[in-house]
């Protein structure tokens, strides 16, 4: 579309992929714009519908993908409830219309406007974790049905033609005949892998034949393999959830059910629409151009000339020729020879191209047995190999068959142990005789007088011109010059002569960086923009992973070891200078940063570093699967150093260029490495302070909260730390044996010895929100027992001047440090009077603890979930100060911050329920009167009273917040003064709104549509609560809410016993 080709090598979303496909179509015409909108557009209209006026505010906007919540959603149909569901707009939240210029209450609701010929779906498996800040996959069960119906999702069925108001837009270019809204399911793309990576695939129902449509007939499209599919498996195979399988357990001796999420699950979901009987039948007839005809006829003649060829008639036709020569022919040595060279044409430029290689192995054993008959037939086909690679290029390394590229690299290597009597003893002839022991010279006319070694240097050669490092099909090619290799010393010092080994880290540096192969050092800076880069880059670096090359470093492993001679290596100076050379040592770096066989990666270490402890204390780099292998390595050949003493020692420099995987793999090894974990322990000023706090990568804060845990020697609490996804909260009832605890607290009070440098750290222009959350996640677990709340108590002053006014009085609306910090403060004081005590004996900290930033903007769903969570902590520590000192007490409940919290919180219990639960603890706490109470402390909660009634009745709608009324007058209405002062002012008439909305609302819901009265019918006189019928769930609501009304009315002698106002009376 562009004219620019595929790049088959980048990696991209498949909803972000049919985005710029969709976009690229649109582009190149108008013809194909109006036929993918026809297609794939859709139209989505916002509605808000005014209930005190006559007007609606639509606003509509086109789509092309329905975006699918998946996280706590069982189907598609919970998840287009989600879409389209109602919200009320009322109290602190109505909505200013447009037209009338004031606020009113109204109701907001998506719908489908127009829907498309072909509706798309992505269903978002994708999530952010906003502890480890990391991307992750939910593979949670999301089930979604073969025919879709989206007519409870239309704006017709919604809205109703009928009780639309003023302000609906009918415009003509949505207007359209009357279509079906059933569509059937044609297309599936499911993704199997993690956030991180994976692979997709797709199943497409057949649409282009009208039977096979009919009969529900389905493919598998998987990169080039396609083939049928039932679809009676869509289910196991795209709706993710959670697979069972029979796993044997060694100490029960029984088959135990093992349950495991499933990694493959649906992404995105196509479906059509239903067409109507006359468009079934309709012929559809396209314009070919005569280049694409040509282009067809040409193709089709290809496909009956491989067809004729690839015809297993005549590959008999073949066998019979090759396989059955008369041995009464002249001269046999020549005819085995000719028999030979056709075998070998046919299999390897014919046979091995076929789909279907059922007698493979009778073609191979026939060319062995022709090679094992014949010295000059495996001459010829080395030979010929040496003078044109074709062979090698074609079947080695790009034949996608892995069989193929085995056979053949185990053909060549029989034909070259067949070979090997005769010819071994001219592989190094003539260089090296004439060299001596100088391995620098000239290797151009090594190994020339032998097919076998002139074989060899061919594919060498192929490195440096023919094949790319990144290449998929390496490990045949590498296998052959490994087993080579293995045959004996003449191979071996044959490959050395040729400097094979700088050859191959030649060849395997080159793709890394051309014009500059060597590492370079970077600056703490620049460590850390790399590290966010590669984090970023993660996905597209893939295709540098050669996997395939593992066998390279095993073949260079081998021929080190093979160049010692007693204590010393003999190899050239390019070789040794390939392997140790440069900053950093660039390829040994490389490739372990590749993951490239770190077994033998060891091995080549070990060879390097034998009776040459200089090279091993420079060896002892970021290498972290390598260095694993190296710290767990015990006993061997005599002559090797402590590997565990440099690499810890050294440990500090490699942690300068990754500490995020420096951090993880001493996570790993303080478990199970004594000198690792007292190492860890005893430096932790050096690091704890560094990299869990102060270091800007959160990546970087988490793995060193995760190597904190590490140092604790108790598998559970390791575990419940790392399962844990929300903010940690204390690990109570856990068992710790005496030496854990010891450990425990030792890492503990040096966290807490940090709370006076935290302060550093808190300023959100320059570090951000976040950055102190492992800090206090981390010592909110560690909180076991009343000792560890105990040993806080020296450091109290030191998170009070953190909190007060560092993060207590910043307008930031959603600060991850505060919240942290109040869940550890907390936990903390929870049954521990002694830290409660520490706060209400402080006259500062009593005077300015009310004082914290709160914004409550109910709409930002950021913001109330970050309120959930902060808040309970917050009037937690409040409420624990009150139940202890009655002076603060009378102080808290006269602060106007807590006035606002009753006022703008309470009324949203379903939003903040911790919250509001916690400020009507306080509530009673405010309320509460004790016998030696002095007359002013009275006083003061009927003032109290008074304020929160009054602010109560002038800012609460009784139809919205019925529920947050009923649970303040239980509290705060005691006595005739308190009920008189919701008589004047206008409470009576409010708390009548509440009863009458609770038998409306529960009416309406379980009464035949003829019992259903007039809403005008609705009187004080409506309280004998006859003709309806209630649910028993709301009986004590209506009770708690009639008594109300009548102790207001001061008729409380007049209101009728409870036992007659059974549920019997009330379903009459």
């Not at 679809?231 to 029960?252: H, I, N, P, R, W």
């Not at 060896?619 to 710290?631: G, I, R, S």
Request: proline share 4%.
């Amino acid at each position: 579309m562009d004219k620019q080709p595929l790049n088959t090598g980048e990696q991209k979303d498949m909803t972000e992929f049919f985005t710029d496909l969709i976009t690229k179509i649109e582009e190149m015409s108008p013809e194909l714009k109006n036929t993918v909108k026809s297609l794939f557009g859709g139209v989505i209209t916002n509605n808000v519908v005014s209930l005190d006026c006559e007007h609606v505010s639509q606003t509509a906007e086109e789509f092309y993908t329905v975006r699918c919540q998946v996280a706590d959603m069982k189907n598609i149909y919970e998840s287009l409830d989600e879409v389209t569901i109602k919200d009320t707009l009322e109290g602190d939240n109505m909505y200013t219309c447009s037209h009338c210029g004031k606020k009113v209450r109204a109701e907001k609701r998506a719908c489908f406007k127009k829907l498309p010929r072909i509706l798309s779906f992505n269903t978002m498996r994708y999530t952010f974790n906003m502890v480890t800040m990391m991307k992750e996959k939910v593979n949670t069960h999301f089930s979604f049905p073969l025919r879709l119906d989206m007519t409870p999702y239309t704006e017709d069925f919604l809205m109703g033609k009928n009780d639309r108001k003023e302000g609906f837009k009918e415009d003509g270019e949505y207007l359209k005949e009357t279509e079906s809204y059933e569509y059937d399911l044609i297309g599936v793309t499911v993704h199997t892998g993690t956030a991180d990576g994976g692979h997709y695939y797709s199943f497409i129902r057949d649409i282009v034949n009208p039977h096979a449509y009919k009969n529900n007939k389905w493919y598998l499209f998987n990169d080039a393999e396609v083939k049928p599919f039932d679809s009676t498996q869509l289910a196991s195979e795209c709706f993710g959830g959670e697979m069972t399988t029979k796993t044997y357990d060694s100490v029960t001796d029984k088959f135990m059910d093992f349950s495991f999420e499933k990694t493959h699950s649906a992404y995105m979901l196509f479906y059509k629409r239903m067409e109507l009987e006359e468009e079934n039948g309709k012929d559809y007839k396209f314009d070919v151009s005569s280049e694409l005809l040509e282009w067809i006829w040409h193709d089709n003649m290809q496909f009956l000339q491989d067809k004729n060829i690839f015809e297993h008639t005549y590959f008999g036709f073949m066998w019979h020729l090759c396989s059955s020569i008369p041995s009464t022919l002249p001269d046999p040595k020549a005819v085995s020879l000719m028999t030979a060279k056709l075998s070998t044409s046919f299999v390897l430029e014919t046979f091995i191209h076929s789909k279907e290689k059922p007698t493979m192995l009778q073609w191979i054993e026939l060319l062995t047995k022709q090679f094992n008959n014949s010295q000059a037939a495996c001459e010829w086909f080395l030979d010929r190999m040496a003078d044109d690679d074709w062979w090698p290029m074609q079947i080695l390394i790009k034949c996608p068959n892995q069989i193929v590229r085995q056979m053949f690299q185990r053909l060549c290597i029989h034909v070259i142990q067949r070979l090997r009597p005769v010819h071994a003893h001219l592989y190094l002839q003539p260089g090296v005789e004439d060299c001596s022991d100088d391995m620098d010279g000239p290797v151009e006319d090594i190994g020339s007088r032998s097919c076998v070694t002139r074989f060899v240097k061919t594919l060498l050669s192929i490195m440096e011109h023919g094949v790319k490092p990144h290449s998929k099909h390496l490990t045949e090619y590498f296998a052959f010059l490994y087993e080579f290799a293995k045959m004996g010393e003449e191979e071996s010092q044959f490959l050395l002569s040729l400097q094979a080994i700088s050859t191959m880290v030649h060849f395997y540096m080159g793709t890394k960086g051309p014009e500059n192969p060597q590492v370079e050092v970077l600056s703490e800076e620049e460590g850390e923009e790399e590290e966010e880069e590669e984090d970023i880059l993660s996905l597209a670096e893939e295709k540098y992973r050669p996997a395939a090359l593992e066998k390279m470093i095993a073949l260079i492993a081998l021929l080190v070891e093979q160049s010692r001679s007693e204590r010393h290596l003999t190899l050239s100076q390019n070789d040794m200078a390939a392997l140790t050379g440069g900053k950093g040592f660039p390829f040994l770096f490389q490739h372990i940063r590749d993951g490239i066989n770190i077994r033998q990666t060891c091995n080549l270490i070990f060879s390097l570093c034998r009776y040459n402890n200089r090279l091993a204390e420079h060896a002892a780099n970021p290498f972290f699967k390598l260095l694993t292998m190296l710290m767990e390595f015990a006993g061997g050949p005599p002559g090797m150093p402590p590997f565990a003493s440099y690499i810890l020692q050294r440990i500090w420099e490699v942690i300068e260029y990754n500490p995020s995987q420096c951090l993880d793999w001493l996570a790993v090894q303080t478990p199970r490495n004594k000198l690792a974990h007292s190492w860890v322990l005893q430096n932790m000023e050096n690091w704890v302070e560094r990299f869990l706090l102060a270091h800007n990568y959160p990546r970087v804060r988490t793995s060193a909260a995760y190597l904190l845990v590490s140092l604790i020697p108790s598998n559970s609490f390791r575990q419940m730390f790392r399962s844990t996804r929300s903010l940690h909260i204390p690990t109570r009832d856990l068992p710790l044996s005496p030496d854990t605890t010891v450990v425990l607290h030792q890492v503990y009070n040096v966290l807490l010895g940090l709370l006076s440098r935290a302060k550093l750290y808190v300023d959100a222009a320059v570090h951000g929100t976040t950055k102190l959350v492992p800090y206090f996640s981390f010592m909110t677990y560690c909180l076991i027992s009343k000792t560890e709340k105990l040993m806080f108590s020296t450091y109290f002053m030191d998170l009070w001047n953190l909190f007060q006014p560092k993060l207590s009085e910043p307008a930031i609306a959603t600060n991850h440090n505060k919240q942290a910090l109040l869940s550890f403060w907390y936990n903390v004081c929870v049954d521990c009077p002694e830290n409660v005590r520490l706060i209400v004996q402080n006259p500062v900290v009593t005077k300015n603890i009310a004082f914290n930033y709160i914004l409550a903007d109910h709409d930002d769903q950021d913001v109330v979930l970050f309120n959930r969570g902060m808040l309970p902590a917050y009037y937690g520590i409040l409420r624990l100060c009150c139940e202890q000192s009655p002076v603060f007490t009378r102080q808290l409940a006269s602060h106007q911050n807590i006035q606002w919290a009753f006022k703008n919180l309470t009324p949203h219990a379903s939003q903040y329920p911790g919250a509001v639960e916690e400020l009507f603890n306080l509530m009673q706490l405010f309320v509460a009167q004790r016998p030696d109470m002095r007359e002013e402390e009275i006083e003061d909660i009927k003032q109290f009273k008074k304020t929160t009634i009054s602010c109560y009745l002038r800012c609460l709608d009784g139809r919205s917040c019925w529920t947050t009324l009923i649970s303040a007058f239980r509290i705060l209405l005691e006595s005739d003064e308190d009920r008189l002062l919701v008589v004047f002012n206008r409470g009576l008439i409010l708390m009548t709104e509440v009863f009458l909305l609770l038998i409306l609302i529960k009416s309406l819901l379980f009464l035949p549509i003829q019992y259903i009265i007039p809403i005008s019918a609705f009187t004080l006189n409506c309280f004998s609560v006859v003709s309806f019928k209630i649910q028993m769930n709301y009986v004590d609501e209506l009770l708690m809410c009639k008594t109300l009304i009548f102790r207001l009315m001061g008729k409380t002698k007049d209101l009728p016993d409870m036992p007659e106002l059974s549920c019997t009376n009330l379903n009459e």
